[in-house]
């Protein structure tokens, strides 16, 4: 490496860590600034404005309204997304093609327009799904499809399935026990890297929320940009919480990433040499 590298690298470096870091410091010293509209710093810090905005009864209630819809999107889609993922795997690979094609797509569809036709669809079907929460936990796991679907066929591919399902089988277990005894232990980091995507992904979404139940059942961003209209300094209150929120599931996902490599660190042959 010589010095010319050296040269350009750190200034680029440190243009991209301000770029990250400057909104949220910011952010994090506009919700607690008294005043920050005369100076070019804060004339003085306060907690009032999460005090204020954390009291509301709205507060916990959209809290606990994000929770319950991540959860559920989520457990919906590992119901959904491993067997077929085993199945594809394990049983059918010729179907492997199709499901990482339509792993992508909802990539490539707005949320306005995946909006519009799953209340189109669901609209003309005897199912309890329009103007309830079970349109958007719908819309969350096909939204969400990628991140699951990634993470677990990732895990599948790392591990000799066949091989276990043949140990299993040899030991009398049917199909059913295989998948929830034998598989599911063994792709457990995958399990957990995707649940956690869906997770982070669904509790801080807003457009298909905003879209499909509005107010009927108010998530927490919906309340986060009700407040922007109202109070920069509750919102930016709010902005952070969800940006810890945010960081705190990252940090379990690498976490929980780190720890098979870590795993087969300690059992390789050749540790202490």
């Known amino acids: 490496m010589n010095a010319g590298s050296l040269t350009w690298r ?30 070019l710093w804060p004339e003085g810090l306060t907690l009032n404005w999460w005090i204020k905005v954390a009291s509301r009864s709205a507060f916990t209630d959209t809290l606990l309204n ?22 594809a795997h394990t049983r059918l690979p010729h179907a ?44 969350y796991v096909i939204v969400t499809l990628p991140f699951m679907y990634r993470a677990v066929m990732n895990t599948l591919e790392s591990v000799d399935t066949r091989l276990l399902v043949e140990a299993a089988q040899s030991l009398g277990a049917n199909p059913l026990q295989v998948l ?3 598989i599911v232990p063994n792709i457990a980091s995958g399990i957990v890297n995707g649940s956690l995507l869906v997770l982070s992904a669904v509790f801080s979404e807003f457009v298909l929320a ?8 108010k998530t927490f961003p919906i309340y986060l940009v009700e407040f922007t209209r109202s109070d920069a300094r509750q919102a930016s209150a709010l902005a952070l ?27 390789s042959p050749v540790r202490g040499r």
């Open 180 to 182: 929830a005894w034998v």
């Open 10 to 39: 750190a200034p680029v470096i440190g243009v991209f860590v301000a770029f990250m870091t400057v909104p949220v410091v910011a952010t994090a010293l506009f919700s607690v600034a008294t005043r920050w509209d005369r100076t």
């Open 66 to 87: 994000s929770f319950w819809v991540a959860m559920t999107s989520m457990l919906v889609s590992l119901i959904i997304v491993v067997p077929a993922a085993y199945v």
């Open 210 to 217: 905003n879209l499909l139940i509005g107010t009927r059942l």
């Open 241 to 267: 919480m969800s940006f810890v929120i945010a960081w705190i599931i990252s940090l379990a996902i690498l976490w929980t990433a780190g720890r098979p490599a870590k795993r087969r660190q300690a059992d």
């Open 96 to 139: 492997k093609p199709w499901l990482e094609f339509l792993s992508i797509v909802p990539f490539s569809l707005p949320g306005v327009v995946l909006a519009l036709g799953l209340i189109r669809l669901y609209s003309k079907l005897p199912l309890p799904l329009i103007n309830t929460p079970n349109i958007l936990i719908a819309a």
